[in-house]
């Protein structure tokens, strides 16, 4: 789930924008829960799940600046991805001073929410650059996911084919799961994790690959993985 906050003190905007971005997680399936602040005081007051971003308007009244509190958070709350909204195009170049992701205009925020999104779990993946897994002669190795075709479990053993060879690790699939990007991986048939960032083509039993590979999708997957790649589709494609 992605814990998002907006903080802006126009209470209009700041409703406005929460059902923009509730209308757009409802579209994709995004997890999503959302703690709105007025000012700068509630937003540095907060002490719940730590935000994955925050939106947060450059002018916040009060003589209250946004550009310098995105500053102080940056130090905080070093994986909060901040985009900086505002009325005004001029602010663009004082907002690069700061650790940010995105610079939007508010009259532009319901057409470029799906890019911001796209950026902000793009980012969240990236936190995870590695996993690490058990090869049969017992060692540790640790993989991108980047760079993973598939998973294949193969009796007691799993397969897992990356863009420079194959490996056979201990490992189950369950375990694995719990390791991935969940957006960029799915779980597709008892014996197959594909990651959509390599399909070519969705058929209707599996997934071709762009290496010619084929992943099955079984019944008992079916539903939820096509989901899943409807959701990663709108973000990503």
């Known amino acids: 789930m992605l814990v998002v906050g907006i903080c802006d003190d126009d209470k209009i905007w700041l409703e406005e924008s929460k059902e923009i971005i509730i209308k757009f997680a409802q579209k994709t399936k ?11 005081t509630q937003l540095l007051g907060y002490s719940g799940t730590p935000l994955d971003a925050l939106f947060l308007d450059i002018e916040l009244g009060n003589n209250e600046n946004g550009i310098h509190l995105a500053k102080r958070l940056n130090t905080h709350w070093n994986d909060c991805k901040i985009i900086c909204m505002t009325n005004y195009l001029y602010y663009a170049t004082e907002v690069y001073d700061t650790e940010h992701i995105w610079f939007i205009l508010k009259s532009q925020f319901e057409k470029k929410i799906k890019d911001v999104f796209n950026r902000i ?3 969240k993946g990236k936190q995870q650059e590695k996993i690490v897994l058990k090869t049969i002669g017992k ?85 939820k993985t096509k989901e899943d790649f409807l959701k990663w589709s709108i973000l990503y494609m």
């Open 30 to 40: 995004i997890e999503l829960q959302i703690q709105c602040f007025s000012n700068k």
């Open 121 to 123: 779990l793009h980012d």
């Open 139 to 223: 060692q540790m190795m640790s993989v991108a996911p980047a760079d993973i075709y598939y998973f294949e479990r193969e009796k007691r053993t799993t397969r897992v084919v990356t863009t420079w060879g194959e490996y056979q690790v201990w490992d189950k699939l369950d375990d694995i799961m719990k390791q991935l990007p969940e957006l960029d991986f799915s779980r597709c048939h008892n014996s197959f994790i594909v990651h959509f960032r390599y399909v070519q083509e969705l058929q209707r039993d599996g997934y071709l690959l762009y290496n010619k590979d084929f992943v099955q999708i079984s019944r008992g997957y079916n539903s």
